[in-house]
């Protein structure tokens, strides 16, 4: 019993050494209260994540787009060469072929006679524009009229005119208008029982006309396409010769020129009216304002001609 005794004490004692040495510090006469000078360590500085990503942004240099001419180049990227060696081809292995406007329109005629097609067809042209301004802007559409200088219609075109005062009625009525008249008129062309190609009106009779601007549509009456004004007789001689086309699905214009019967001069003449009245809707920016051009016939297939071409030089370019 002594000897168990004796060894718990020795144990204990060896157990206070310990804590003793892995405790506190060892007081040596030092007072509690002395200030104790710790080491300290210095740590740069973490820079503000929004700083580093400006500086990544300044880095970056932007990269200028590389324009490759494949004019001298053995064959044109994607396709199978520059041009067919055989008459016999699949068109999308092969460039676009662009023609001279006059020889598309010697190639129309050569292929009404070889398949034996009406020669009195109308010409078609379809032109996309480059209506793209600077921030996400674009031009708007608009509708445009020209007195072609050999015109393929027979008929006058029909016009209507909108006014209330008897005396204009019998102007326009004089002046070869198909009818002449006031809000009576409104629930005949609802009912579809008259109609016409062309609407004008007076400014005085535009506000009671707006049940007929969903029926009219594009059609309807307004100051800026020149079908509102006070000048009756001047009004008619324009509607009724003139030549319309409008900007479709934003960027298309789709009209029809001449007929496959007139003279390669006549059709020429008539293509470059188009074409100049177009590029005068043109801004200041785009340059070239017609990105393709296309002729056709009723009954041929689909040629692409070079519009500048047929463009006097310089084009005026209409401001505002």
């Known amino acids: 019993m002594a000897s168990c005794t004796r060894t718990v004490w020795k144990v204990l004692a060896g157990c206070q050494r310990q804590l003793l040495r892995a405790g506190g510090p060892v007081y040596t006469g030092v007072s509690r ?30 990269k200028e787009k590389i324009l490759i001419d494949d004019k001298d180049r053995h064959k044109p990227f994607g396709k199978t060469a520059w041009a067919p060696v055989d008459d016999v081809y699949v068109m999308r292995f092969y460039p676009r072929t662009l023609y001279d406007a006059a020889d598309a329109i010697d190639m129309l005629k050569n292929f009404q006679t070889l398949d034996f097609t009406p020669h009195k067809q109308p010409v078609y042209i379809d032109l996309k524009l480059d209506m793209k301004l600077g921030k996400k802007k674009t031009v708007d559409a608009f509708v445009s009229r020209v007195q072609l200088p050999h015109p393929f219609k027979t008929d006058l075109n029909k016009v209507l005119v909108f006014t209330s005062d008897a005396n204009e009625t019998k102007v326009a009525l004089e002046n070869g208008a198909v009818l002449a008249g006031g809000v009576e008129l409104i629930q005949q062309i609802l009912d579809d029982e008259i109609s016409a190609e062309f609407y004008i009106a007076v400014p ?3 506000q009671q006309l707006l049940p007929l601007k969903s029926k009219l549509r594009k059609k309807f ?13 001047k009004m008619l001689e324009l509607f009724k010769t003139s030549h319309e086309f409008v900007v479709e699905s934003n960027c298309y214009i789709r009209t029809q020129i ?7 001069e006549q059709i020429l003449a008539n293509l470059q009216t188009v074409l100049v ?8 920016s785009a340059v070239p304002f017609i990105e393709r051009a296309i002729i056709a016939s ?14 006097p030089n310089p084009v005026k370019v209409s401001e505002g």
Do not use: Y
Not at 39 to 47: E, S
Not at 258 to 264: F, G, H
Not at 277 to 284: I, K, L, N, T
């Open 221 to 233: 009456p307004k100051s800026n396409r020149g079908s509102v004004g006070i000048h009756i007789p």
């Open 204 to 206: 005085k009779i535009l």
């Open 298 to 311: 009723h009954t041929s297939e689909s040629l692409w001609f070079k519009s500048e071409d047929v463009l």
């Open 33 to 62: 209260t002395a200030p104790r000078n710790l080491p300290v360590r210095t740590f740069a500085a973490v820079k503000p994540q929004m700083k580093n990503k400006k500086q990544e942004k300044e880095k970056k240099v932007t």
């Open 258 to 264: 001449a007929t496959l019967d007139m003279t390669k």
């Open 277 to 284: 009245e177009v590029c005068s809707r043109r801004p200041a």
